[in-house]
Nanobody, 124 residues
Framework: QVTLVESGGGLVQAGDSLRLSCAASGRTITTVTMGWFRQAPGKEREFVGAILWSWSGDNTYYADSVKGRFTISRDNAKNRVYLQMNSLKPEDTAVYYC???????????????WGQGTQVTVSS
């Protein structure tokens, strides 16, 4: 069982940066695939990015809409995963969720464990 708690959301202006944090408890997430998703009002949940462990180091993958602006990292000592968001746009406004342990091999889809979400609002 993994419990995830996101934090760091807030109201920012377009062009600003935010760093979301996802604190995990219940198990060590060092080698666990972790994902970030978001859901805007009236829209379906969408994949933002993921971090996957490998023997040569973590690999990260991003949705095209955030590539080059968002960065996922992992702090094993703190058992946390971060989502650094730069050059924020109004269309990034959503509730952001972190997730752990994909169901199957598709890290862009469903996961076994989800956080409660944190609101990010970007004003123009």
């Amino acid at each position: 069982q993994v419990t995830l708690v996101e934090s760091g959301g807030g109201l920012v202006q377009a062009g600003d940066s935010l760093r979301l944090s996802c604190a995990a408890s219940g198990r060590t997430i060092t080698t666990v695939t972790m994902g970030w998703f978001r859901q805007a009002p009236g829209k379906e949940r969408e994949f933002v990015g993921a971090i996957l462990w490998s023997w040569s180091g973590d690999n990260t993958y991003y949705a095209d809409s955030v590539k080059g602006r968002f960065t996922i990292s992992r702090d094993n000592a703190k058992n946390r995963v971060y989502l650094q968001m730069n050059s924020l746009k109004p269309e990034d406004t959503a509730v952001y969720y972190c997730a752990a342990v994909p169901r199957g091999t598709d890290y862009t889809s469903n996961y076994n464990y989800w956080g409660q979400g944190t609101q990010v609002t970007v004003s123009s």
